[in-house]
């Protein structure tokens, strides 16, 4: 009951919490956006599960708020489509990019309504035929390691009945099905986003589990879509590093909401490690974290618009030039994107930058300042920065900032949304 009451419309006209304190670097505390007892795989967005996932109401907000009906949206860093969703049923336009074929697949799956009786009789003849269904051979590194020998088996049967599905929306949705069972199954700690062997040897059921993700899955999407009803938008959801460039004209896109990493995947959220069994199960390429921000070294140099920044990259060298150089790196490789995404945006166009203020070396890095900065440099106007509490993403609590074993600090529990604006132009 409590999950049909958050969809109620009504809860749009919801007024925004009177709790507001002023803070440095225009951010304001707005506990309103905490959203602390909706959790965010609420939905289409219990899809599978999927690394500091956006809240979905937080970008339900902001897209009321800075946009209108029909116009473009973009999320550079997609990843599993939470605003991809929020776009399809408020009639906006999306386009949205991910280095992870994972979460391109999981969005596109989330963005796909499909029939009810159609899924579940899918689900009947994948069941039926994987009794028949022979097991083939399977290799990919340290499968051994993580899979037990009659779980790899049952994959393997499994996995083909599925990647025959004729019609590819529908095989899609399947193969989702498949990735959040191959987790489930591995060997591998399911609620730990790094690959983490459990201590158990229990062998759990492959098909059993199959079954249960499927039947979660059709009831997430046919009862969102019975409630949320489709828009006739466009939605083009693409595998694509943004460093290489964004097919899309300069001056198009009206809003862009997206939460960047955090960080070093290293360090911060392993994108990569989370969806590595599910890759190679399904064959799909492996190059998350190597082409991550900040995944080639570069060194310190001048040239970044951001004052603040050099201050704290002085202040970790002095304790770790190595880890000032990776830190850098990160930044280095966030500014490049920002140049290329600013360029898309209309003039009075708005940037809804989503970010986290990670720790290293025990100093707190303002990446939303720093953002900010860099947005400002590429002709934007920072109107103000909302902060709210990190209350139910699936994030790391803690790490190892100095990389010695038992040695942790507490890491992100607020989220920034640094809200910018485009300059009109002085003619």
């Not at 803690?398 to 038992?406: D, E, H, L, Q, V």
Request: hydrophobic share 35%; charged share 30%.
């Amino acid at each position: 009951m409590k999950q049909i009451t958050l969809f109620e419309t009504e809860e749009k006209n919801v007024k925004v919490s009177k709790s507001l304190k002023e803070l440095p670097f225009k951010r304001v505390r707005d506990e309103y956006f905490d959203f602390k007892d909706t959790p965010a795989s609420t939905g289409i967005y219990g899809i599978h599960p999927y690394p500091a996932m956006f809240h979905f109401l937080v970008v339900r907000e902001i897209i009321k708020n800075f946009s209108k009906e029909g116009d473009y949206l973009l999320d550079p860093f997609m990843g599993s489509g939470v605003v991809a969703g929020e776009s399809l049923i408020s009639g906006r336009n999306f386009v949205g990019y991910d280095i992870n074929p994972l979460a391109v697949l999981i969005s596109k799956v989330r963005t796909t309504p499909l029939q009810f009786n159609m899924l579940f009789e899918t689900l009947e003849h994948i069941l039926k035929t994987f009794r028949c269904q022979k097991p083939e051979d399977v290799e990919f590194p340290n499968v051994h390691y993580w899979f037990d020998e009659d779980v790899i088996k049952n994959l393997s049967k499994l996995r083909q009945v599925v990647f025959n599905i004729e019609r590819s929306e529908v095989g899609d949705f399947f193969k989702v099905v498949f990735s959040e069972t191959v987790r489930r199954v591995s060997r591998a700690r399911y609620e730990e986003f790094k690959l983490v062997r459990r201590k158990d040897n229990n062998v759990p059921d492959v098909i059993k589990t199959f079954r249960e993700v499927s039947l979660k899955n059709i009831g997430l999407l046919t009862d969102f879509y019975s409630k949320f009803t489709p828009r006739n938008v466009f939605l083009k959801l693409e595998e694509r590093n943004i460093m290489d460039g964004i097919p899309l004209e300069d001056n198009f896109i009206d809003l862009v909401i997206t939460s960047p990493p955090y960080g070093d995947s290293k360090t911060t959220v392993a994108y990569g490690q989370f969806s590595r069994l599910s890759l190679r199960w399904l064959g799909l390429e492996e190059n998350v974290d190597r082409a991550s921000l900040g995944a080639k070294p570069k060194d310190v140099h001048s040239g970044l618009p951001s004052n603040i920044l050099y201050k704290y990259i002085e202040e970790i060298a002095s304790k770790d030039e190595r880890r000032a150089k990776e830190v850098f790196s990160f930044y280095a490789d966030l500014y490049a994107c920002i140049q290329i995404i600013a360029k898309k945006v209309k003039e009075k166009g708005f940037v809804c930058f989503v970010v986290g203020n990670r720790r290293v070396k025990g100093f707190e890095l303002p990446t939303d300042k720093i953002s900010a900065d860099f947005f400002e440099s590429q002709g934007f106007e920072h109107q103000k920065t909302i902060v709210r509490t990190i209350s139910n993403k699936r994030m790391p609590v803690k790490n190892s900032p100095s990389n010695i074993r038992g040695e942790n600090d507490f890491t992100m529990r607020y989220e920034y949304i640094v809200i910018l604006r485009k300059k009109g132009s002085l003619i």
